[in-house]
């Protein structure tokens, strides 16, 4: 049975997307399926930001054919491990779960590589270039932990 993980962010546009592309890129796909969503419903359907495809697109990696979609309840259900990118995602995210087996699922991706510090993977959504490329950064450090741990059985 596939392992099933979803990435999480506020619109599904910047950060999501790039770690859903980046842990999938790194992953068998016959044993783990990724995907992501935004918590908010400004982007349903739409292409991940222009600034995000493009830094995916230098380190060889296509994320333009994603599409946002919002998070929902029956994610909780469709997913074994929840991964949200900043302790606003993850309030957001805990308040919609109902039971402890569902806010088990829910994690700050940044715990993957600094355990216990609440760390949060910026929004660069209304900064410059730089901005991305620090996200790319954080987000394919931590997707090499998150890697690491599936294949090891740890998750």
């Not at 962010?9 to 859903?20: D, F, K, Y």
């Not at 995210?93 to 829910?106: F, G, L, N, P, Y």
Request: with cysteine; glycine share 6%.
């Amino acid at each position: 049975m596939k392992t099933r993980v979803l990435m999480v962010c506020l619109g599904n546009i910047c950060r999501s997307p790039l770690a859903e592309g980046i842990l999938k890129s790194k992953v068998d796909p016959e044993k783990v399926f990724v995907d992501s969503a935004g918590t908010g419903d400004w982007h349903v359907d739409s292409e991940p930001d222009k600034r995000s495809i493009a830094i995916a697109s230098k380190n060889g990696l296509d994320i333009s054919q994603q599409r946002g979609r919002q998070f929902s309840k029956k994610d909780f259900q469709d997913f074994d491990h929840i991964f949200v990118m900043d302790n606003r995602n993850f309030k957001d995210v805990i308040a919609m779960a109902e039971t402890d087996e569902e806010r088990q699922k829910v994690h700050l991706i940044l715990e993957e590589i600094f355990p216990s510090e609440n760390v949060d993977v910026p929004d660069p959504y209304h900064g410059g270039d730089q901005g991305f490329e620090n996200v790319y950064m954080m987000l394919d450090e931590a997707t090499d932990e998150l890697k690491r741990k599936l294949e090891s059985g740890e998750l």
